[in-house]
């Protein structure tokens, strides 16, 4: 589990996190919304280390991250997988390469344990046989497949996901929501993912954190976000006619 | 001075929190064939040109009777060997792998692929920029002697092929009074100017913040800075050792 108690971060003058805390839990598909510019992503930064956030606490199975020993914190980091927007995989390694990466550098596997544990991620995330590929070769949808992997692949305990399905077409998002749902449960990982896109949310929403101007203003699941009663959340759910007239149908 | 003092964070991060000898080991090896290797052709064309045109330039300035034409020989050697190879192939090389470490690492920041590094719990600065400090300063030294060696031939080729001066004269010139001090002089500043350029260019391109746009400027600005610390470091190079 997940524990953010009272995260706050500014740039320069502007806050863009104020006093957030939320619980993030294992074997679920923990959700981050909110505008573009709301704060998401820079909260997702100060909770992966890329960030430091000024106040509060991160705790991640009850150890500190912020105020931890350096060999706490090493141990934690090691414990995350990130997907990152654009996939962020190593232009200048293969397919394989990419996910075998982490397994090269922070552990002492052999090398038949490393390829029987990266042969299993890409099976798992459906890419069985692009081994040899280079990132520039395989399309956007493939890239946050091998991004998944690559995650996964040190069996991490903790996944983060920064907007997972932009740049993809709306049945590709799909595919890659349900993987990362599927992946949580099966791993009982504690998943976290930053996003906008409605179809998520009512998809895998497990748990859900809305950010507005900088605050948290809602949390609940897929069920009862579309009767929060909370007008900013309203606006940014029903902001297309396809949710206004799943309203009304509901 | 927030940059000067942002630059000495970032070189003390290179010993921060290292990864394993072998990574290093490995990682080296591979930025030496790609930062020396890939360099020769340059520095053979450079060196070979810049001895044969010193030695034209040389003939065409000793104008007097009284001067032996030997010492014709004897400037190129001296000048290619001090200043020439070491800073010539310095600019040159901060043209080729400056700008190709600043927007290699410039890439890699505004892709994330330096955050996921740091996310995986890597030391990023060390895992990447370090391998490229040690390969330039092992690599550069070599390069250097190699240049050196190429611009004497060239001089003599100029002399072999014009009537500027005639080879026999040459060659007794190189021959006369050497002082092997230079050489050791040529290397120290071949080391300075390794670090200064693959130190000054992979900072450029480990701060780029933005896009495409920004990646470009921070490669024009890793060459245009890296000059200038050659050129100042000589300076100051020449007056501490050659005083």
């Known amino acids: 589990m997940i524990e953010i108690s009272n995260i706050s971060k500014s740039f320069d003058d502007r806050t863009v996190i104020k ?217 940014f759910v029903f902001a297309n006619n396809m949710m206004r007239k799943f309203r009304e149908m509901s | 001075m927030r940059r000067i003092g942002q630059y000495i964070l970032f070189l003390s991060a290179l010993f921060r929190k290292p990864e394993s000898f072998r990574t290093y080991v490995r990682l080296t090896l591979d930025e030496c064939v790609y930062i020396g290797w890939n360099s020769l052709l340059l520095v053979t064309i450079t060196s070979i040109f810049i001895g044969a045109v010193t030695t034209l330039q040389t003939a065409y300035n000793i104008v007097s009777p009284l001067i032996p034409k030997s010492v014709i020989g004897l400037i190129v050697r001296e000048t290619t060997i001090a200043e020439l190879a070491p800073t010539i192939t310095a600019i040159v090389f901060a043209g080729k792998i400056g700008s190709s470490i600043a927007g290699n690492l410039g890439t890699m920041r505004i892709t994330e692929q330096i955050d996921a590094l740091e996310v995986m719990g890597i030391n990023s600065v060390s895992y990447l920029v370090l391998p490229k400090i040690l390969a330039s300063v092992i690599t550069y030294p070599i390069l250097v002697i190699f240049a050196a060696f190429l611009g004497i031939t060239g001089g003599y080729l100029a002399a072999e092929f014009t009537t500027v001066v005639s080879p026999a004269d040459f060659v007794q010139g190189l021959k006369t009074t050497f002082n092997p001090f230079i050489v050791s002089f040529a290397l120290i500043k071949s080391v300075v100017f390794a670090f200064a350029i693959s130190s000054i260019s992979s900072y450029m391109g480990y701060y780029t913040k933005g896009g495409a746009l920004e990646v470009g400027q921070a490669s024009t600005k890793a060459v245009t800075i890296s000059c200038i610390a050659i050129l100042l470091s000589d300076f100051i190079l020449a007056k501490l050792l050659l005083n």
């Open chain 1, 19 to 235: 006093d957030i805390s939320a619980k993030f839990e294992p074997g679920k598909t923990n959700l981050i919304i909110g505008a573009s510019g709301s704060g998401k992503s820079v909260l997702l930064k100060n909770m992966v280390g890329l960030l430091k956030p000024e106040s509060g606490t991160i705790l991640y199975g009850g150890r500190d991250f912020i105020n931890g020993n350096r060999d706490t914190v090493t141990d934690i980091r090691r414990e995350i997988g990130m997907l990152f927007q654009g996939g962020a995989l190593f232009d200048s390694k293969n397919v394989e390469e990419n996910i075998k990466f982490p397994l090269d550098i922070l552990t002492k596997m052999s090398e038949e344990e490393k390829m029987d544990r990266v042969n299993f991620c890409l099976k798992r995330v459906q890419l069985e046989n692009t081994n040899k590929k280079m990132p520039s070769e395989i399309s956007g949808g493939m890239q946050k497949r091998v991004g998944i992997a690559r995650a996964i692949v040190n069996n991490s305990k903790y996944l983060f996901c920064d907007e997972p399905n932009s740049g993809l077409d709306p049945q590709t998002s799909i595919q890659i929501d349900r993987l990362l749902q599927e992946i949580t449960d099966e791993f009982q990982i504690t998943t976290i993912i930053v996003t906008h896109d409605m179809n998520s949310v009512m998809e895998i929403g497990e748990y859900i954190l809305y950010i507005c101007n900088s605050l948290k203003l809602w949390e609940g699941n897929n069920q009862d976000i579309i009767h929060s009663g909370v007008q900013e959340l309203d606006d």
